[in-house]
């Protein structure tokens, strides 16, 4: 597997390219812009992309927005962004052409290896992979209106587990529940929802992941999610517990 790296703290990237590498992945090119990542992914035809949202100069959203352009001149490349906060406005950015190949992971998640490789793995391969607390927070947040409201405390951990890119029997296996039990409360979250069922998993997760998004008008008026246009880079931790 081919991958491109797009992070401007030195040791997060050296640490991000040596866990990669430890575990039979070409990194093809680690750069620290936006520019550069463009550049990399047109020479490189990567497997995927794993990019900072924030990137220099201005640290706001340099790295998403470059992630979202490489996406458009090479139509479904698999792109994983890790951020330090839950920002909500990223995610739907993200999810908003409707394709796969997406993945939103906030850097503590990145701490701990098998998570993360399993993330990269998932994604490059057409998959989903959302951060558990970013799912968590779009359904908070949806909780007292609309028809997320509707869903029953079972129905809402299917559908969080099933934004986090899982199948039917690995939600069977986490919540020791049948596949069928889960197969009916798929099937139930699709009608409450107003949505089609799909035998694709993941243009199932997309589908419910946007119309979250869609209807969720909380935390991102000022276009920057829970942390506004926050600048702070002096809480960003480096990669040294990786295990490599």
Request: proline share 4%; charged share 25%; hydrophobic share 40%.
């Amino acid at each position: 597997m081919r991958v491109v790296i797009a992070e401007d703290l030195f040791l997060l990237r050296d640490g991000l390219t040596r866990l990669l590498e430890a575990n039979g992945m070409t990194v093809t090119a680690a750069v620290e812009t936006g520019a550069e990542l463009l550049a990399a992914v047109a020479a490189d035809r990567p497997d995927i992309a794993v990019v900072d949202v924030r990137l220099p100069p201005s640290f706001t959203d340099e790295g998403l927005r470059a992630a979202l352009v490489a996406r458009q001149r090479q139509p479904g490349l698999p792109v994983l962004v890790l951020s330090q906060y839950v920002e909500q406005l990223y995610a739907r950015e993200l999810l908003a052409d409707g394709s796969g190949g997406i993945g939103y992971l906030l850097k503590d998640r990145v701490m701990d290896g098998t998570q993360f490789l399993d993330a990269v793995r998932r994604v490059a391969q057409g998959g989903t992979a959302m951060d558990p607390e970013v799912i968590s927070r779009l359904l908070t947040h949806n909780s007292s209106s609309g028809p997320v409201a509707s869903l029953s405390p079972r129905e809402r951990q299917v559908l969080a587990l099933m934004a986090e890119g899982r199948s039917n029997a690995a939600i069977a296996q986490q919540l020791v529940i049948t596949e069928r039990a889960v197969a009916k409360h798929t099937a139930s979250i699709f009608v409450r929802l107003d949505l089609l069922p799909s035998d694709d998993d993941n243009r199932r997760v997309l589908a419910v992941l946007a119309y979250l998004n869609d209807h969720n008008d909380h935390g991102d008026q000022n276009g920057r999610g829970d942390h506004g246009g926050r600048n702070d880079r002096s809480d960003r931790r480096g990669i040294g517990s990786l295990h490599v």
